[in-house]
């Protein structure tokens, strides 16, 4: 999923890029993109499941991601526990160290990111000097930048890099001792007076979900909301905050609450 800072239509060159474009006003991630997000994850999911021939209380996910205030939204958890999807928020300051993607994936992708898009947009003259006064326009550069992204990806974003970085941080397979041997945790450090489980309550408790839920829409939470919101959540979460792209490949199901019992409710 590619962000686009206040772009409000897709330039037509980029629509035949393998990409999922989404905008933002202020460029950055915010939490009805998260629940974008959410729903492309679940369809690569379901996608899997469905590959395995298995139904989603037979395979349970997790989704670990960092304590970004874009992760903490009521509609998303509940979005992902329908499809029994756990949704891990990591500690506060803690993804130098136990988010896979800053342990290994980051890194290469930056030096192949800068590599890629040096190639494409450093001119030389007949001597062989750098041109640096050559001038691009704003959707040249928007082009380039998103393809040399996307192709870095395909060469960093490997399965054994992934791997490797899970591995890396502790996570999997299981190795408590490989974050504690990280360089950036201080020997006989002094844990904080105060701990903050901010990120877990909300996750846990229904009281704090319903604070989330009332900041979210301005009312207390109902019984009616459990999954009327989560119906409207996959019906319009794509024309949230202006968002677009190609249209996903994939049906969603959602019983949906009736007067005379329950719907099945297919969500494309």
Not at 133 to 148: C, D, F, G, H, K
Not at 188 to 202: H, L, S, T
Request: with cysteine; hydrophobic share 45%; aromatic share 12%.
């Amino acid at each position: 999923m590619v962000r686009l800072p206040q772009k409000k239509t897709l330039d037509a060159e980029l629509e035949d890029l393998d990409a999922f474009f989404v905008r933002s006003e202020s460029g950055w991630m915010n939490k009805y993109l998260f629940m974008v997000y959410c729903i492309m994850f679940i369809c690569k999911v379901q996608e899997k499941r469905s590959q395995m021939n298995v139904f989603d209380a037979q395979v349970p996910c997790l989704l670990i991601v960092d304590g970004h205030p874009s992760r903490l939204s009521f509609l998303a958890v509940r979005l992902l526990s329908a499809f029994n999807i756990e949704l891990l928020v990591l500690p506060g300051h803690t993804s130098h160290i136990l988010q896979p993607l800053d342990v290994g994936i980051f890194s290469p992708l930056k030096a192949q990111f800068k590599k890629l898009f040096d190639m494409a947009t450093i001119r030389y003259d007949q001597q062989g000097h750098m041109v640096i006064n050559y001038v691009w326009n704003a959707r040249e550069l928007r082009y380039i930048m998103v393809r040399s992204f996307l192709d870095a990806c395909s060469v960093s974003c490997t399965a054994t890099n992934v791997e490797n970085a899970f591995k890396a941080t502790g996570i999997y397979p299981l190795d408590m001792n490989k974050p504690l041997a990280s360089r950036y945790i201080v020997a006989n450090g002094v844990p904080p007076a105060r701990p903050n489980f901010v990120n877990d309550k909300v996750l846990t408790d229904p009281n704090v979900m319903m604070q989330v839920f009332q900041m979210e829409y301005g009312r207390p939470m109902q019984q009616q909301d459990w999954y009327f919101n989560l119906f409207v959540a996959m019906q319009s979460v794509l024309a949230w905050n202006g968002a677009y792209g190609q249209v996903l490949s994939c049906e969603l199901h959602l019983l949906y609450p009736t007067a005379g019992g329950f719907q099945k409710i297919q969500l494309k």
